[in-house]
């Protein structure tokens, strides 16, 4: 007599469901585009029914926020276990740089993360979404450099948001195939000038 496969609880088939949907959506937007992905071809390659998406999500959109939050934390993760206490300031902050270059290479990453979710969700949403999840991690960083007699006088959170773009646009260019030593060289002269400021 061959062994039947346990049952699967209510909350598993709702996981699995869930899962599906996202990865669906994850590889058309990533291969399609967010604008040129219908959601009959989202359920489609999901193998569920229409009826499933609206029951884990309210629309497209609320689709798209799911999968940025989903990969936001990853991201996050990947930081937070790729960096330590007790490094120089500038050491921890360029582990953390490679650490986001590193984890924005993921395929599909960084045109989810930097293109298709601000136009989507648009710019506020996405920088809630990214103090949710690890995003404020740069500005602890700076404020603790402050802290320890770096950056006097230096208004942290504009300068917080240039570093965020300048990392953001150095990942979206090594996931497009750029030379990531070249980036990390490049991005350690920065932090190393933006530290000299006492």
Do not use: W
């Not at 990865?23 to 937007?29: G, H, K």
């Not at 991690?137 to 802290?147: I, P, V, Y």
């Amino acid at each position: 007599m061959q062994d039947e496969k346990p049952r699967r609880s209510q909350a598993e088939r709702r996981a699995e469901t869930r899962k599906a949907l996202l990865d669906a959506a994850r590889a058309l937007f990533v291969d399609k585009g967010y604008a040129e992905t219908g959601t009959p071809e989202i359920v489609k390659r999901a193998n569920v029914t229409r009826g499933a998406l609206y029951h884990h999500f309210e629309d497209k959109p609320d689709l798209m926020r799911a999968l940025v939050q989903q990969e936001a934390e990853a991201v996050a993760t990947e930081i937070a276990s790729d960096t330590n206490t007790g490094q120089s300031p500038l050491d921890a902050f360029m582990a953390g740089a490679s650490a986001y270059f590193c984890a924005l290479s993921v395929p599909g990453r960084a045109k989810i993360l930097l293109l298709e979710g601000p136009t989507v969700l648009g710019l506020e949403e996405m920088a809630e979404i990214d103090r949710t999840t690890g995003g404020a991690t740069l500005l602890e960083g700076l404020q603790h450099s402050a802290a320890h007699g770096y950056l006097q006088d230096v208004p942290l959170e504009p300068l917080a948001e240039l570093l965020s773009a300048a990392f953001d646009r150095a990942a979206l260019e090594i996931a497009n195939g750029a030379d990531r030593s070249a980036y990390e060289t490049a991005t350690k002269t920065l932090l190393a000038g933006v530290l000299a400021t006492k």
